[in-house]
């Protein structure tokens, strides 16, 4: 099975980069060449356009930065939809808008081909190690198909359902982890604040019913002090937006939602949209002229468990 990977940036690049440690014969293209060198040292194929790769490959996978990228990509001139056809397949790992995403897909499975989005949850340090997270909607005799290719890329492979329904889990997902992120910037703030020795507030939330995902990782970052998850404030700012969107159109009346909206709209005003995420602290660090640091925490997270095949996961109560 021959794939085509688009966009190579901080998720895709490591997500193509298991493919090829597994196996795979890779076509990658990026607007940014330099991203592929990497690739091409290894072995891999260049594209001049996403026409010629889709026409090149069994699967093109897309894993772009927004959903404007994602259109341009696959409906320009010389895009995905102008190459694909029958017995080929268009999976998408980007983080998207449902409604966007169906109607690309539509599009794909008018030309004969097949259809999965798939976006991936867990942070880019699992993504490394093929760890991560994957949420995949679509035909499912295309989710079976494509099963080989997922449970390399992913640990843990869950089916969602028909096309939108990943987007939309994925997006929760990311809203319900910036909704931990702010709260943990307040605890440790006002442990800071209190003069809580801060290694010992980390465990100790650690091994609480404090602990998180986003504790346990996030927050090492944020306590070096370089806040680096590879995800940035403008990032947040589209996901959430989407949710709170969502909410509206389902006729939910939140209150979290954007409120959490409003502190990363005025985190992007103030540091630019550029900004880590997590550095939306320095909002209560500027507020109050402390500095939430601790020594001994990795500038970078790290995947530390062993890489290993991925397995679909069936949900609670569904049986085999």
């Known amino acids: 099975m021959k794939i085509g990977f688009i966009g190579l940036g901080n998720v895709g690049g490591k997500l193509a980069s298991n ?51 994602c259109s341009q990509v696959m409906e320009a001139d010389d895009g995905v939809v102008a190459g694909i056809g029958a017995g080929k397949m268009w999976m998408e790992m980007s983080t998207t808008d449902e409604s966007e995403v169906r109607r690309l897909a539509e599009l794909v499975i008018a030309k004969g081909a097949q259809a999965l989005e798939a976006p991936v949850s867990g942070g880019c340090h699992r993504a490394a190690t093929g760890n991560i997270a994957i949420l995949v909607g679509g035909d499912r005799e295309a989710f079976e198909k494509a099963l080989p290719v997922l449970t390399v890329l992913g640990r843990k492979v869950l089916h969602t359902g028909d096309i939108g329904s990943a987007s939309v889990l994925k997006v929760m997902t990311n809203y319900l982890a910036t909704v931990n992120l702010v709260s943990l910037t307040e605890a440790l703030t006002v442990a800071k604040k209190a003069g809580l020795d801060m290694n010992t507030t980390y465990e100790a939330i650690k091994i609480s019913s404090g602990n998180s995902f986003v504790h346990e990782t996030e927050s090492q970052v944020i306590l070096n002090g370089s806040r680096n998850i590879s995800f940035t404030m403008d990032l947040v700012v589209k996901d959430v937006g ?30 630019g949209p550029r900004e880590l995420s997590p550095n939306i602290i320095r909002r209560l660090e500027d507020a109050t002229a402390v500095k939430v640091l601790a020594p001994g925490f990795p500038a970078e997270m790290v995947d530390e468990e062993p890489p290993a095949r991925g397995a679909e996961v069936i949900p609670t109560g569904r049986q085999t």
């Open 19 to 69: 493919l090829m440690n597994n196996g795979f014969d890779l076509v990658v293209r990026d607007l940014d060449k330099d991203l592929s060198r990497a690739f091409l040292d290894r072995g891999a194929e260049w594209a001049e356009s996403p026409k010629e790769l889709v026409e090149r490959v069994d699967i093109v996978i897309t894993c772009l930065p927004s959903p404007a990228a």
């Open 242 to 271: 989407l949710f709170d969107s969502w909410s509206q159109q389902v006729g939910v009346p939140l209150e979290l939602s954007p409120l959490v909206l409003d502190i990363f709209k005025d985190g992007q005003q103030r540091y």
